[in-house]
Each structure stands twice: as structure tokens, then as C-alpha cells.
């Protein structure tokens, strides 16, 4: 009986959803309109209309990327959340870190956002850890119940614990949320030594707060994805990997970048495949644009993410998000400049083109009036109004003063400097040169852009891959399951024996998570890594870590990687120089449950020459008759060259005058400049 893997990702506007034949690898694709006031409702209607439109019935697995953690705090819909730490310790919020946003000239005008829980929701309980997790003073039981008391009276049912020096020994933790469990049993809560296992007082408080304020939401939702769906599923994690959704309401806070990761994964097998080890990836929906860095076939990772105004120090793949995407408004400061998010129409009402009482342009509308995508979304399934489209530009146009023409074409060119500054942030800032770099766009809106950003950043090419709406939900099909466990170990002699007892220990903690995911031992694989820091630098660097017995070649080997990757972050490194020792911080793992991920086909090459469906009046530097394409009908090796625009069912690419599109082998459009377009 043919069965399918189903991967889906709820956007803000659209629900991408892919299935991949397990007996064949036939991959079939489709969308459905994202409903944000209950996002499994998308889910199932996606669901539904993959298997229809694949003629299977049978479904081997389903994995899912889901913003719903991540909307809930960007929106800061956080109440009801309580805090216990160590006593005279309880303003570790307030103090947080010195460091200001934008740089200290922005300190006079900065305010402080309020914190994720105010003072007076803020408990604390006696009892003392050292830093070496010896205990200096008895935890104080009675302080405890009294904290678990004061929670349980007032309403309040999601707390966070963090006491100090718990990475060292989670005793005392433990034993509040035994307290806890029996005081307040309506209470949800998460302890920072299971949350972050790490030092940093205010950023693992934070963490595992944020892990508790998400939880009843997540919980909630899981609960009825899995009634509806009738069945076990996984879920996408911010760190590359993915967990079964059971795993998941434990830690939530793992999932707060679940869909863009699943993206910037779903690119790098995609690009590596045709070639491109090394690529930028954007991946453009209805509310945002977000950005990652992959290098040699890997995205960038970070521990120092954070979503919205939240530090979450959980590893995550180091995305750079920004509020452009085909649904951003366009608007007028009180200077009167045009502007461009980031504020969006999202799905419902949605830009003024879907006709469902929305009221202000959108990037999408400037697309319609200017002929760049075709009178509707999803191979005719949304019809646009390109009537209604049009008022609001010529509206919009009154107001400013300016042609329609010029105004649709600065909302784009806007929205395209917003997103070449995103990329700037994710290469450039970090030491990288984005000349070096071709891109892979993505995600609905992805390609619209994709010839001005050439311009802009100077970038060799951009790849296009097939289907480039579902980039996402395919991306969710090809990640292993993965866990991560830390351990704070600082010391400038590293002792070998007690290394290799902690790593050991996170190691058994990762084949105890595998084992519950259903693989076997022999197909565990555990990646070791380490993070080191000159003495006296205050953040460090992470290096992988070899696997086998912890000997003196294994030390050489990893403080070898750290003043190598020293030296391609900063520019400098202390190898030879004796006055600068190498400190060790945190020693982690990685448990990897290895899948069977599906295989890109290659498309024939064809020799005849590419016929056009159909030609639209297409607005670039002027209105002109410009050739539309249909992507399906294009062979390996077709070359179009703008004017032109190319379509397919879940994405469009305008080909504008100067460059080129060419398809390879695997399905993907290579978009270039044309290196002599005046001639």
C-alpha cells in the first residue's frame, strides 16, 4: 500500500504542505490560506488536500513547523507568569544586562521595556549553591511552600524556577518543583536545569521563563493537532532537528524558530544538490522575510538568538528576521516619507488585491498594478482584484505626490532594501563577504525581488528551486531528530577524566531521548562540542569536538579548531602567544536520530526553444509587452532573458530587462545578470 511523509509549515499568510511517496519519492506539493485564529485548522485543510491531490490515503508521518511559540511572543501576549529564584536575588530581571539596542548613543532616549515578569510577581526561596554546585546553605522548604502558596491563591499557573547556580547541581530545583507538584498542581512549570544547563544568571532565567509562558499555549495546541490528526507526529526545532510532538510540550521554547529553520534546511539541500555548498538563503512569505547564513552545506548556529524583545540562549540556526514580506504595508511617516512595514495585512483581511476588506497597500498590491504576478495565487484558486489593487496605489500615489507608477515601484524598492539589510546583518556583520555568496530565494514572495537584490549586493546569482512556496514544508522532511544537552565546565586545565564523565552524561541523557523517538542504539549518533574563550574574554566561540577517548590529542585537536575558528571570526588569534590561555566554558552534545531524507530528481534537457503562454504589459523601468512563462513547460538548459516573467502554482519570478533565468538539471532557475545587457 503506497503511504506518504508529510511535512507542513504554517506561515502567516499561507500553509505550505508537501508529501513525499515513500515508495516512489514522488513529491507532491500545495497550499491552503493560513487561518490565524486557529492555526490547526489550516493544518487539516492542507492536510486533506495533499492526500487528495497525491490519490493516497495512507500517511507514514507527519512532521510540522509551527510559528505559534513564535507569534505569541513577538506579540508579547505573555500573562499570568510567575518567577522563583534564590533569595536576594529577585531583581535579576530589572538588572538584566547594560548593553542597549542600537549602541550607547541610543542611551538617552532608550527606555526599558517592562520585563517578562514583573517584580511583583517575583518570589524567592532561600538556599545556596556555590558555583560548583557545592550547597553553602540548606534549601528552605518552608519559604518554598509559602511561594507555592502565594502562586496557587492569586491564579497564577505558569512559573519559572531559577535558582542560582543550578547548571552546577539542579537539587535544589528539583526539589521546588516537587513543592510545586504538590502545592499548586494546576501549575505548569519549567526549572532552568532542564531548560538551559548553562551559566548566565539573567539569560537562563529569561530562557527558561519565555519556555514557561509557552507552554500552556503549546500544550494546547499539540493537544488538538493530535486529536484532529489521530495519530503520533513530530514537530521542527529551532535547532535544525525535530522531536515527536509528545517530546515537544516538555520544552517548547525548542520550536521558536521552527519554520524558518525548516527553510533554511530544506535551501541547503536543495543548493548543495545543484552544487552550491555554500549559500545565503531567503525565504520570503506574507509577513516577513528571514534570512540565514549555510556554509559547506550547513546553516550557521547561534546560542545568543533572540525572538522579539526575549534572549532565548538555546542553540537555534542563526536566522535574521525582518518585517518584509508580501504582505507589508505601505505608509506614510509623519514627516511624510514612505515607508514599508512592518507592519502586515497577514492572511485575513490581507492586501487589498484578495478583496477581503483589507484597506491598505500592500508590496503584494504594487506587485498586481505593476503586471509582475498574474490576476491570482495558487494556479487560479485566489482570484485577485487587480481593480482594487490599483485605487489603493492611486490613492496612496495622491498622497505623496507621485505618479502610481513611482510609488509601486518605491514600495518595491523599499521592500528590497529591507531585505538586503537583513542580509547585510547575517554576512557582513559577521565577517562575511556577500559577494561570495550566490542566494537561494524562497517562500511565496521569495523570487518577486530577487533581481534588484543582484543589484544591490552585488551577488553572483540567485537559485530559485521548484515549488519555491513549499521550500519549508520540504525542508521539514529532510532534518534528523535532534537533541541538545550542555553542561557549564569552566576551568583552564582541562581535566580529562572529568570531561569525559560529563560527556558521557550527556550522552546517556541523548540515547535515553532516541530511544523514546523509536531508534534503534546502533543508529545513534551523538555530536560533541565544546565553547572556549580566551581568559578574560567574556563570550565564547563553539568548535566541534572529536568523538572517541578524551586523551591529550583530543585537547590538541579541539583547542587547534578554537584558534582557527578564532581567526576567521575576528581576524586574530593567541595560538603561539603564552600571556593568553585558553578557557573552557560549556561541553555539549548533540543526540542525532539519522532519517532517510528524499531525493531530488533531475529534469531532461530539452532543445526547442521556449514558447510563452500568454504576454502581460509588465511596469519595469517603463510598461511593455513582457512574455509569460509557465515553469512547468521549461526543459534543463532553457535560458529566459527579461523583460519576462515566469509563473508556476505557488510563486512568480519577474525577469526584468538585463538578466537572465536558466534552468539546471535538478529544476532550479539560476537568475543572472546579463554580462553584456546593452549590447
Known amino acids: 500500500m503506497r503511504s506518504v511523509r508529510i511535512g507542513v509549515d504554517t506561515g502567516g499568510t499561507f500553509t505550505d504542505v508537501v508529501a513525499v511517496d515513500e515508495q516512489t519519492g514522488e513529491i507532491t506539493t500545495t497550499k491552503t490560506p493560513s487561518t490565524p485564529a486557529n492555526p490547526a485548522d489550516g493544518f487539516m485543510a492542507g492536510v486533506r488536500k495533499v492526500l487528495e491531490k497525491a490519490g493516497v490515503e495512507n500517511v507514514a508521518a507527519v512532521v510540522h513547523g509551527t510559528t505559534v511559540a513564535t507569534n505569541q511572543l513577538l506579540e508579547d501576549r505573555i500573562a499570568d507568569l510567575g518567577f522563583i529564584t534564590t533569595e536576594g536575588f529577585e531583581f535579576i530581571l530589572e538588572i538584566a544586562r547594560q548593553s542597549v539596542p542600537d549602541g550607547y548613543g541610543n542611551s538617552y532616549f532608550w527606555v526599558k521595556p517592562s520585563r517578562i515578569v514583573p517584580v511583583h510577581r517575583i518570589r524567592t526561596v532561600g538556599g545556596r549553591l556555590d558555583h560548583t554546585g557545592t550547597e553553602v546553605r540548606p534549601f528552605d522548604e518552608a519559604q518554598a511552600v509559602e511561594a507555592a502558596r502565594w502562586f496557587r491563591e492569586r491564579g497564577i499557573t505558569a512559573i519559572g524556577v531559577c535558582f542560582l547556580h543550578s547548571y552546577a547541581n539542579p537539587e535544589h530545583e528539583l526539589r521546588m518543583r516537587e513543592v510545586l507538584e504538590r502545592e499548586h498542581p494546576d501549575a505548569v512549570v519549567s526549572i532552568s536545569s532542564d531548560v538551559l544547563r548553562e551559566y548566565r544568571e539573567y539569560e537562563r532565567s529569561v530562557t527558561t521563563l519565555v519556555d514557561a509562558a509557552v507552554k500552556p499555549t503549546m500544550r494546547r495546541y499539540i493537544a488538538n493537532l493530535a486529536d484532529r490528526l489521530g495519530m503520533p507526529f513530530s514537530v521542527m526545532k529551532s535547532n535544525g532537528g525535530v522531536l515527536s510532538a509528545a517530546e515537544v510540550v516538555h520544552q517548547p521554547i525548542t520550536t521558536v524558530l521552527s519554520g524558518p529553520a525548516a527553510g533554511a534546511l530544506g535551501a541547503a539541500l536543495i543548493a548543495s544538490t545543484a552544487g552550491h555548498p555554500s549559500v545565503i538563503t531567503l525565504d520570503g512569505g506574507g509577513t516577513s522575510t528571514d534570512v540565514a547564513v549555510v556554509i559547506d552545506g550547513e546553516p550557521s548556529l547561534t546560542t545568543e538568538g533572540s525572538i522579539g524583545r526575549y534572549p532565548c540562549k538555546i542553540p537555534m540556526i542563526d536566522i535574521v528576521t525582518v518585517g518584509a514580506g508580501g504582505g507589508s504595508v505601505a505608509w506614510i511617516s509623519p514627516e511624510g516619507t514612505l515607508k514599508v512595514g512592518p507592519k502586515s495585512a497577514g492572511a485575513d483581511p490581507g492586501p487589498l488585491c484578495y478583496g477581503r476588506g483589507g484597506t491598505e497597500v500592500t508590496v503584494t498590491d504594487a506587485h498586481v498594478f505593476l503586471g509582475r504576478v498574474p490576476p491570482h495565487l495558487l494556479g487560479g484558486e485566489i482570484p485577485l482584484d487587480a481593480d482594487a489593487a490599483r485605487q489603493g496605489i492611486e490613492a496612496l500615489a495622491g498622497k505623496l505626490g507621485l505618479s502610481p507608477e513611482r510609488t509601486a515601484a518605491g514600495i518595491l524598492e523599499i521592500s528590497a532594501f529591507n531585505q538586503s539589510n537583513a542580509i547585510r546583518q547575517i554576512?557582513?556583520?559577521?565577517?562575511?563577504?556577500?559577494?561570495?555568496?550566490?542566494?537561494?530565494?524562497?517562500?511565496?514572495?521569495?523570487?518577486?525581488?530577487?533581481?534588484?537584490?543582484?543589484?544591490?549586493?552585488?551577488?553572483?546569482?540567485?537559485?530559485?528551486?521548484?515549488?519555491?512556496?513549499?521550500?519549508?514544508?520540504?525542508?521539514?522532511?529532510?532534518?534528523?531528530?535532534?537533541?541538545?544537552?550542555?553542561?557549564?565546565?569552566?576551568?583552564?586545565?582541562?581535566?580529562?577524566?572529568?570531561?569525559?564523565?560529563?560527556?558521557?552524561?550527556?550522552?546517556?541523557?541523548?540515547?535515553?531521548?532516541?530511544?523514546?523517538?523509536?531508534?534503534?542504539?546502533?543508529?545513534?549518533?551523538?555530536?560533541?562540542?565544546?565553547?572556549?574563550?580566551?581568559?578574560?574574554?567574556?563570550?565564547?566561540?563553539?568548535?566541534?569536538?572529536?568523538?572517541?577517548?578524551?586523551?591529550?590529542?583530543?585537547?590538541?585537536?579541539?583547542?587547534?579548531?578554537?584558534?582557527?575558528?578564532?581567526?576567521?571570526?575576528?581576524?586574530?588569534?593567541?595560538?603561539?602567544?603564552?600571556?593568553?590561555?585558553?578557557?573552557?566554558?560549556?561541553?555539549?552534545?548533540?543526540?542525532?536520530?539519522?532519517?532517510?531524507?528524499?531525493?531530488?530528481?533531475?529534469?531532461?534537457?530539452?532543445?526547442?526553444?521556449?514558447?510563452?503562454?500568454?504576454?502581460?504589459?509588465?511596469?519595469?523601468?517603463?510598461?511593455?509587452?513582457?512574455?509569460?512563462?509557465r515553469r512547468a513547460d521549461l526543459a534543463a538548459g532553457t535560458t529566459i532573458e527579461g523583460p519576462a516573467v515566469i509563473e508556476e502554482y505557488g510563486s512568480t519570478l519577474p525577469v526584468h530587462p538585463g538578466f537572465t533565468a536558466t534552468m539546471d538539471e535538478f529544476g532550479n532557475l539560476e537568475v543572472r545578470r546579463e554580462a553584456n545587457p546593452t549590447q
Open 427 to 629: 554576512t557582513v556583520k559577521r565577517g562575511l563577504d556577500v559577494r561570495d555568496f550566490p542566494m537561494v530565494a524562497f517562500g511565496g514572495s521569495g523570487p518577486l525581488l530577487v533581481c534588484r537584490l543582484i543589484d544591490i549586493l552585488d551577488l553572483p546569482s540567485v537559485i530559485i528551486p521548484p515549488d519555491p512556496g513549499n521550500v519549508s514544508a520540504f525542508g521539514l522532511l529532510t532534518v534528523d531528530v535532534k537533541n541538545d544537552y550542555v553542561r557549564t565546565f569552566v576551568t583552564r586545565e582541562l581535566p580529562l577524566d572529568s570531561a569525559a564523565e560529563i560527556f558521557g552524561d550527556l550522552e546517556r541523557q541523548a540515547a535515553e531521548a532516541l530511544d523514546r523517538e523509536g531508534f534503534d542504539t546502533g543508529r545513534h549518533v551523538y555530536a560533541r562540542s565544546a565553547d572556549l574563550r580566551y581568559y578574560g574574554q567574556a563570550y565564547e566561540v563553539r568548535v566541534p569536538a572529536p568523538a572517541g577517548p578524551l586523551d591529550e590529542a583530543w585537547q590538541a585537536e579541539v583547542l587547534d579548531r578554537f584558534h582557527e575558528a578564532h581567526r576567521r571570526l575576528y581576524g586574530y588569534d593567541y595560538r603561539d602567544d603564552p600571556r593568553h590561555g585558553v578557557e573552557w566554558v560549556n561541553l555539549r552534545v548533540s543526540g542525532i536520530g539519522p532519517i532517510t531524507r528524499p531525493t531530488i530528481g533531475r529534469k531532461p534537457y530539452g532543445t526547442a526553444e521556449p514558447e510563452p503562454v500568454a504576454t502581460r504589459e509588465v511596469f519595469y523601468e517603463e510598461w511593455g509587452p513582457a512574455p509569460i512563462h
